[in-house]
Nanobody, 123 residues
Framework: QLQASGGGLVQAGGSLRLSCAAS????????MAWFRQAPGKEREFVTY????????HYADSVKGRFTVSRDNAKSTVYLQMNSLKPEDTAVYYC??????????????????WGQGTEVTVSS
């Protein structure tokens, strides 16, 4: 089970740090990802981190501004979001998968999802 937190209202240019805590003792066996979904839009890929934390992928729209990390001892994955823009406004979801292939950018590859945490960036 995944529990996301850390969302909120922030002004453009500001920062937020999202957390996603996993229950159970198999967190280190899963690759983790963050997706987001803005109102009226499809869920889109944000970032992906392998179970070891060695391989990381970012959507072009967040490269250089967002940083994903994980702490396997705490069963938690983080998303540090800096230089936030109004277009980053969305509900952010963490997700878990055992898959590492060219389909990691699609939500259908993920079996487990957190409940989402809302991020609103005002201009």
């Amino acid at each position: 089970q995944l529990q996301a937190s850390g969302g909120g209202l922030v002004q453009a240019g500001g920062s937020l740090r999202l957390s996603c805590a996993a229950s159970g003792r198999t967190f280190s066996s899963y690759h983790m990802a963050w997706f987001r979904q803005a109102p009226g839009k499809e869920r889109e890929f944000v970032t992906y981190i392998t179970m070891s934390g060695i391989m990381i992928h970012y959507a072009d729209s967040v490269k250089g501004r967002f940083t994903v990390s994980r702490d396997n001892a705490k069963s938690t994955v983080y998303l540090q979001m800096n230089s936030l823009k109004p277009e980053d406004t969305a509900v952010y979801y963490c997700a878990a998968t055992r898959v590492y292939n060219d389909r990691i950018y699609s939500p259908v590859e993920y079996a487990s999802w957190g409940q989402g945490t809302e991020v609103t960036v005002s201009s």
